[in-house]
């Protein structure tokens, strides 16, 4: 039981550059979310799905796509990298009832120079 | 929208003292979670509150949910080395999958040996 994966753990991007960052669950949970965290900063929610198929908004959207083909995999895109994009990506998924807790994957630390 | 004050941002403390970190919001919160975070690392889940005035305890930790439900607190008692870490809360208003959890913007526990 691997819990939640990220891959890569590092990449560095040019700007104007595109990459799509992984992440895979295989606890069979419906909720996934991607946050990013910029240093001495909390957790800001970029998108979420609470099921295949289904995905919205968190709070900073911007520059950012996901899509969620199936439960397990929930990849987010960047399109035209750009230097404020360079953080730390955590994807986490969750059952989703009651607040249960979020299950982090170790993160993808991204430069955009 | 909804905002969740962390305090203090960083605290050093040499090994053995206590470390209490406090979490502020603007409104009544349906329920707060604890992580915390290694350097280096990705946060991990503690606990959740969810009752006005809870008191839960695991092991040297003490975590605390207020009378209005507007606010917490987590306790370290005789920190450790392993401690060492980035405390932070999320704070929930209402139920259902994380999309609604907001993060503070965390305590930084550093532990002087």
């Known amino acids: 039981n691997a819990g939640v994966t990220q891959t890569p753990k590092f990449r560095i991007l040019k700007i104007g550059q595109s990459m799509t960052l992984q992440c895979a669950q295989d606890?069979?949970?419906?909720?996934m979310y991607w946050y990013r965290q910029d240093p001495g900063m909390g957790l800001k929610l970029i998108y979420y799905?609470?099921?295949?198929?289904?995905?919205d908004k968190g709070e900073v959207p911007n520059g950012y796509n996901v899509s969620r083909s199936t439960t397990e995999d929930f990849p987010l895109r960047l399109e035209l990298a750009a230097p404020s994009q360079t953080s730390v990506y955590f994807c986490?998924?969750?059952?989703?009832?009651?607040?249960?807790?979020?299950?982090f994957g170790n993160g993808t630390r991204l430069t955009v120079t | 929208g909804q905002q969740v004050m962390q305090i203090p941002q960083y605290q050093h403390v040499q090994e053995g003292e206590d470390f209490t970190t406090y979490c502020n919001s603007s409104?009544?919160?349906?329920?707060i979670q604890w992580y915390k975070q290694r350097p280096g690392g990705h946060p991990v889940f503690l606990i959740q509150?969810?009752?006005?005035?809870e008191v839960k305890k695991q092991k040297r930790l003490t975590f605390q949910f207020g009378e209005a439900k507007k606010n917490s607190s987590l306790h370290i008692t005789a920190t450790q080395t392993t401690d060492v870490g980035t405390y932070f809360c999320?704070?929930?208003?209402?139920?259902?999958?994380?999309?609604?959890?907001?993060f503070g913007k965390g305590t930084h526990l550093i532990i002087q040996p």
């Open positions: 986490a998924s969750t059952v989703g009832r009651n607040n249960s807790p979020l299950h």
């Open positions: 606890m069979n949970h419906n909720y």
């Open positions: 799905s609470v099921g295949a198929g289904i995905t």
């Open positions: 409104t009544t919160l349906s329920n």
């Open positions: 509150l969810v009752k006005s005035g």
């Open positions: 999320a704070g929930s208003l209402r139920g259902g999958g994380a999309d609604g959890l907001t």
